[in-house]
């Protein structure tokens, strides 16, 4: 069954603000002002103003006397609407092939299939929470069975990510205020004026009293929260994708004529690449099905392509995924993300080439959901800070380790706390406790000081590190550290870390 994200960006116009204007101090409130004739009100505001006790509905001369300090910016709808657009072609390129606008301040998507590349729901719309976090905008993410429902709970729930169990929409809704129903402002106030406050209160009435007075949309609205009525979501493009598509007069289902349309749309997509000189690295084929639903299936190379039967063949190890249902009336091919791509020329020889390109295993494993990359050395002597994660297939750097001291053949992502016995300040420990097992020191090789890069962080002016590999009586062979110099306190606390394995 597809399942539903709703992305709620509370904060679009104050963060849209920010980011026009970087010199505004992080702690400095902002509130957005709206206009109708000679009445102010706040339209928005940023956490820092909320902290401050203003709220949105109130008077902008109120807002003003309690935070005088304010920084209050007029309602600019336009310019909030295409922030909005450029998150959202952002979020297509991101997360889903199936990515719409849910105005006024928020982002519907189809992730059917997506979940179980990511390890689950949990983990998926925790990773999207997190990358738009790390873009600086707020944002809560809310998962369910319906459009209406992920969009009611995201904003009606305080949380960074919210998780309505498959079936469970009715339980999830009912007690939430008609305002998330996504109706009229004037239906809602009539609604409360005739004593309804809730989704439950309004869904458990007679249908048709409400149609005469208000007409259908009040039941359009709950049938489509309630999973009863479709509503598709209509996937936003960029006005440059470059896109191919196949109509049908009658509709098909079967794999076999699925995988020859595919291969005949990959051949017109690959076409209009060459002519652009262009090579794609993400692909989406859109399913478009009798009944109005929608299916997609996203395929990404780990460079530029544009090789008619690789294509053809990513797309054509996913098809069997794709659920006809009644029929499916189009498929469109996008080639959602392109990249330069120059003809090659290739020399003349009689031996056979020996094909070293590992390019085809990382898209088959990238396309599974695996993330495949290769580890390059940075300059740093701080070793957490000493290697980076890059493309699989960027090009080979220069740079190289430096050090002369060895180093584990398995870094931790983070020191582990342990219990040492040791003479201070230079002698190795003579005893360690690892996850609670005590391990006597045979042989031991150090200490390897290291300092902290003070150019990086000022608390990083005196740290200091001292490396020692210890031996224990089994063989096993361990990279832990002191923190401090073990003389001045200043230099750290003199607390023991694990940090890597050797083999």
């Known amino acids: 069954m597809p399942r539903v994200v709703s992305i709620y960006l509370p904060d679009l116009a104050t963060d849209r603000i920010r980011r026009d204007d970087p010199n505004i101090p992080v702690e400095q409130p902002i509130a957005v002002i709206s206009k109708s004739g000679s009445k102010r009100w706040v339209s928005a505001v940023d956490q820092a103003a909320r902290t401050a006790g203003l709220r949105v509905g109130m008077p902008a001369a109120k807002a003003q006397a309690i935070f005088r300090g304010l ?68 944002a809560r993410v809310a998962i369910a069975d319906t459009w209406g429902a992920a969009h009611a709970c995201a904003r009606a729930i305080q949380r960074e990510t919210v998780i309505v169990p498959v079936g469970e929409t009715v339980r999830a809704v009912e007690n939430l205020p008609l305002a998330l129903l996504r109706l009229p402002a004037k239906i809602i106030d009539d609604l409360h004026t005739l004593g309804f406050k809730s989704i439950g209160e309004l869904s458990a009435v007679p249908r048709a009293p409400l149609a005469l007075r208000f007409g259908p949309e009040i039941g359009r609205r709950v049938d489509q929260m309630f999973g009863r009525v479709s509503e598709p979501i209509i996937p936003i493009r960029m006005p440059d994708v470059i896109e191919v598509s196949r109509s049908f007069a009658e509709p098909i289902g079967s794999a076999e004529t699925i995988n020859k349309y595919v291969g005949r749309l990959v051949e017109q997509l690959v076409g209009e690449l060459q002519k652009r000189g262009l090579g794609v690295r993400r692909t989406d084929l859109i399913v478009e099905k009798v009944d109005g639903t929608r299916q997609a299936i996203r395929a990404g190379t780990a460079k530029p392509a544009r090789d008619v039967a690789w294509l053809a063949k990513l797309f054509r190890d996913r098809t069997e995924k794709i659920d006809p249902g009644f029929g499916i009336e189009k498929l469109t091919l996008s080639a959602i993300m392109t990249q330069p ?163």
Do not use: C
């Not at 300040?425 to 045979?442: E, F, M, Q, W, Y």
């Open 71 to 138: 920084l209050m910016v007029d309602a600019d709808p336009a310019a909030d609407f295409v922030a909005l657009e450029r998150i959202t072609f952002w979020a297509l390129g991101q997360h889903s092939p199936i990515v719409a606008i849910d105005e006024p301040n928020g982002i519907v998507m189809d992730t059917e299939g997506a979940d179980h590349l990511q390890g689950g729901e949990l983990p998926m719309i925790t990773g999207i929470a997190n990358r738009f976090r790390a873009k600086k905008l707020t």
């Open 341 to 503: 791509l120059e003809e090659e020329q290739r020399s003349s020889e009689l031996m056979d080439a020996q094909d070293e390109d590992l390019t085809p295993l990382i898209d088959i494993y990238g396309n599974r959901g695996q993330r495949v990359y290769r580890v390059a050395p940075v300059a740093s002597d701080v070793p957490e800070r000493s290697v980076a994660r890059i493309s699989a297939v960027a090009l080979e750097d220069q740079a190289s380790w430096v050090q002369q001291w060895r180093r584990p053949v398995r870094l931790l992502a983070y020191p582990e706390r342990i219990e040492a016995i040791a003479l201070l300040p230079d002698h190795p420990p003579a005893s360690v406790t690892l996850r609670g097992k005590r391990r006597k020191v045979i042989r031991a090789d150090g200490p390897e000081r290291i300092f902290g890069e003070w150019w990086m962080r000022d608390a990083e002016m005196e740290a200091v590190r001292d490396y020692f590999l210890i031996e224990d009586e089994n063989g096993e062979r361990f990279w832990i550290f002191r923190h401090g110099d073990g003389v001045d306190p200043e230099t750290g606390s003199h607390r023991w870390f694990l940090h890597g394995l050797f083999a």
